[in-house]
């Protein structure tokens, strides 16, 4: 079983409507990420948590909450989904290793698109 | 200026090369550098961690970093056509941003039989 997962892998919507992507992991990780990814432009961070009750917005939060159900879950939602919100989404988790070096592990990826 | 950036590519080498991938970063409390691969479609791998000026040397894959030039590089010796991906390149500073990663836009390596 895949250590990351994501729901759902692929999602088309249109303009206005609200989605939620959810992550899973089972790999004891306090730490997640949610990137997206648009050619060119690398990943880019949107929001972080560091534990259940810190959540903390990154590069691009704009147009995103997010919800962290419990260590293993995190969500992303778009409240009102706009077409440049298309993009690919990725999921990542991380701890620390020793030497306090931040080694992060990314999910499938969620495909978006919005019309 | 962009926080991290690296060679914009694509990068072409033949089969049996050492492909060089090059990466610079701004923020000089930077403290540890990491080296993603990613097959198109599908998620970043990591593949090299380093900390500690040097090389660092993982089977085919050196990666090499320099904190005084703000310079991080990853050399892929007797390069694969399975190599062919996009390398992205990440860094962790230190401070307010503890615990997060920046990337680079990312290069696209081509290795051709």
């Known amino acids: 079983d895949a250590d990351v997962t994501q729901t759902p892998r692929n999602r088309i919507t249109k303009t206005g409507k609200r989605i939620m992507l959810e992550c899973s992991q089972t790999?004891?990780?306090?730490?997640m990420y949610w990137y997206r990814q648009d050619p060119g432009l690398g990943l880019r961070l949107i929001y972080y948590?560091?534990?259940?009750?810190?959540?903390n917005k990154g590069e691009i939060s704009d147009g995103y909450s997010v919800s962290r159900q419990a260590q293993a879950k995190f969500s992303l939602s778009l409240e009102s989904a706009i077409p440049n919100q298309t993009a690919l989404y990725f999921c990542?988790?991380?701890?620390?290793?020793?030497?306090?070096?931040?080694?992060?592990?990314f999910g499938p990826g969620t495909r978006l698109t919005v019309l | 200026q962009k926080e991290v950036e690296q060679n914009s590519g694509p990068l072409s080498v033949p089969e049996g090369a050492i492909a060089s991938l090059n990466c610079t970063y701004s923020?000089?409390?930077?403290?540890?550098f990491f080296w993603y691969r990613q097959y198109s479609g599908k998620s970043p791998e990591l593949i090299m961690s380093?900390?500690?000026?040097g090389d660092k040397e993982d089977g085919r894959f050196t990666a090499q970093l320099n904190k005084a030039s703000q310079y991080v590089s990853l050399l892929i010796r007797d390069s694969q056509p399975s190599d062919s991906a996009t390398y992205l390149c990440?860094?962790?500073?230190?401070?307010?941003?503890?615990?997060?990663?920046?990337f680079g836009q990312g290069t696209i390596l081509t290795v051709h039989p």
């Open positions: 990542a988790t991380s701890d620390l290793v020793a030497g306090g070096v931040m080694e992060q592990f």
């Open positions: 790999k004891g990780h306090d730490r």
């Open positions: 948590s560091f534990d259940v009750k810190d959540i």
């Open positions: 923020d000089r409390v930077s403290q540890s």
């Open positions: 380093i900390y500690s000026n």
């Open positions: 990440a860094v962790n500073a230190g401070g307010t941003s503890y615990g997060k990663l920046t």
